[in-house]
C-alpha cells in the first residue's frame, strides 16, 4: 500500500508557529481555541493579518516547526510496513524548500529524501492513502482520504478524520 503524508498541520505545527509568532509580535493571547473554523489570519484585526500571511514567506519559518505528537513514532511503523511518502505542496512558498527538507532529515530521517515529494496540485499523485488537513487536496485525491484535524479544519464535513497520529495508527496499522 502507498501513503502520502502531507507536512504543515499533519507532521509540523505551522498552525501554532503563526499563533506564537503573532502572540510575540503583537504582544497578544490568541489561543487555538480562537481560531477553529478559520485560518489564523482571519483570527486577528484587519491590520495585523498581512503580518501572519507574510510569516511563510520569511526565511526560517519552517526551519524550527514542532512536530505533532507522536507522528515521529506512528510514521516510523507505517513506514516499516507500507510504502510511505512525504507530499508537500512546498512550491507554494519556494524558500520552504531547503527548510522543509532539513526539517524532515532531522525529525524524520527513515524518510529518505527519494521519498519526498515537493509539489504544487497533490491530485497528480497516486496511491492508496493520503492523510491531509486541506479538503481540496482530500477531494482530488483518487484513493482513501483522511483529514487530519486542524484548528482550521475542525468544522468541516466530508472526509474520514484523525485527530491524532494515535488515530492514524488504529485506522492503517
Not at 482550521?152 to 478524520?161: A, D, L, M, T, V
Request: hydrophobic residues 40%; aromatic residues 14%.
Amino acid at each position: 500500500m502507498t501513503l502520502f503524508v502531507d507536512m504543515d498541520e499533519v507532521l509540523a505545527d505551522t498552525y501554532g508557529a503563526h499563533v506564537e509568532i503573532y502572540n510575540k509580535e503583537f504582544n497578544a493571547s490568541l489561543t487555538l481555541e480562537e481560531c477553529f473554523g478559520k485560518e489564523a489570519w482571519q483570527c486577528v484585526p484587519k491590520e495585523h493579518q498581512q503580518s501572519i500571511k507574510d510569516h511563510a514567506w520569511q526565511i526560517g519559518f519552517f526551519k524550527d516547526l514542532k512536530v505533532i505528537p507522536e507522528s515521529q513514532e506512528v510514521l516510523a511503523e507505517l513506514n516499516d510496513k507500507y510504502e510511505v511518502y512525504i507530499a508537500s505542496a512546498a512550491m507554494q512558498f519556494p524558500n520552504s524548500l531547503k527548510e522543509k527538507s532539513d526539517w524532515l532529515d532531522e525529525h524524520f530521517p527513515f524518510i529518505p529524501w527519494q521519498k519526498r515529494i515537493l509539489c504544487g496540485h497533490k491530485f497528480i499523485l497516486k496511491g492508496d492513502v493520503l492523510i491531509d488537513d486541506r479538503s481540496y487536496n482530500l477531494e482530488t485525491f483518487d484513493g482513501r482520504s483522511i483529514m487530519f484535524s486542524s484548528p482550521h479544519n475542525i468544522y468541516s464535513n466530508g472526509f474520514e478524520r484523525a485527530n491524532t497520529w494515535r488515530e492514524i495508527a488504529e485506522k492503517l496499522l
